[in-house]
């Protein structure tokens, strides 16, 4: 029996008498995990910068403070949008320092040229640049996204060094008393394997001292039902493949800081005890 084969044909936007900038922008903005860069979630869109005009789409990590200032290009890319997207992302960094901003450009063709451009800035800027391509097939249309050049990963700073201290009651509001227990739960689990920690209370995570010293090899942030646990490891096969096997909810690998980003529960705690003792134990140092 034949198989029909789609063979969809693919597009330029910049020439389209109907597709356009807009069509793009909300398309990503429905789903902006078609980017690729993490189940993110729509903050803004064409937010107004006085003077320097309007940013496409702000998107943001919603179990981090990670914002991404993102900006469409139909066609090729050129001068003017590397220096908006770099202009927006400046903006917002100064305007909410609170938050680890990050520059995304896209676009339809981006040449080894302006790439080796953009490159010159990453690892000063925290840059991104993402192919986009449009695709159609009848009267169907879609758009697929390739990360051309990813954010250099920079020397590591202390988080706490730019943190603002908070309190237990704070993170029991924020979170709940049962959620933030099970950091007190995961503190004894550390101090099996490294003694002599103790909960340090921050106001975006909730941290691990030793001494009176910052030692975040395992970082906190308990929610209303649950709690979420970054480790400090580096990614592997094998790991992945333990964590998913004992049930527990990975919820991504942030390559920035090198953490295993992952969902605990009061049953994953009693359940996994051992697990997590020994991620715990080889993030030690980390």
């Not at 308990?222 to 970054?230: A, F, G, I, Q, S």
């Amino acid at each position: 029996m034949p198989v029909n084969l789609i063979r969809p044909e693919k597009i330029s936007l910049s020439n389209h008498p109907q597709l356009n900038e807009k069509w793009v922008q909300e398309i990503i903005a429905s789903d902006p995990s078609i980017l690729g860069l993490g189940e993110l979630i729509l903050k803004d869109k064409e937010r107004i910068h006085p003077k320097a005009g309007r940013l496409d789409l702000l998107l943001q990590d919603p179990d981090s403070e990670r914002r991404y200032e993102v900006e469409i290009q139909l066609g090729k890319i050129d001068e003017s949008h590397i220096i908006r997207t770099i202009e927006y992302w400046d903006i917002e960094r100064k305007k909410y320092p609170q938050y680890d901003h990050c520059a995304v450009i896209i676009a339809e063709d981006i040449t080894n040229r302006f790439l080796n451009v953009i490159n010159l800035f990453n690892g000063f800027i925290p840059l991104i640049a993402i192919k986009m391509e449009a695709n159609k097939h009848g009267d169907n249309h879609w758009l697929s996204f390739t990360t051309v050049l990813n954010e250099m990963t920079l020397g590591k700073v202390e988080e706490d060094e730019v943190k603002e201290v908070a309190d237990r009651n704070y993170w029991e509001k924020r979170g709940t008393d049962k959620t933030v227990k099970l950091a007190d739960e995961l503190l004894e689990i550390v101090n099996e394997v490294a003694p002599g920690h103790e909960l340090k209370y921050n106001k975006f995570y909730i941290g691990l001292a030793k001494d009176g010293q910052p030692d975040n090899f395992a970082i906190f942030r308990p929610r209303k039902t649950n709690l979420n646990m970054e480790i400090k490891l580096e990614q592997s096969v094998e790991t992945d493949k333990l964590i998913e096997e004992a049930g527990i909810d990975l919820m991504d690998y942030d390559n920035k800081w090198g953490r295993y980003r992952i969902r605990i529960s009061k049953q994953d705690i009693v359940k996994n005890k051992e697990l997590l003792k020994g991620l715990l134990e080889l993030s030690i140092g980390k």
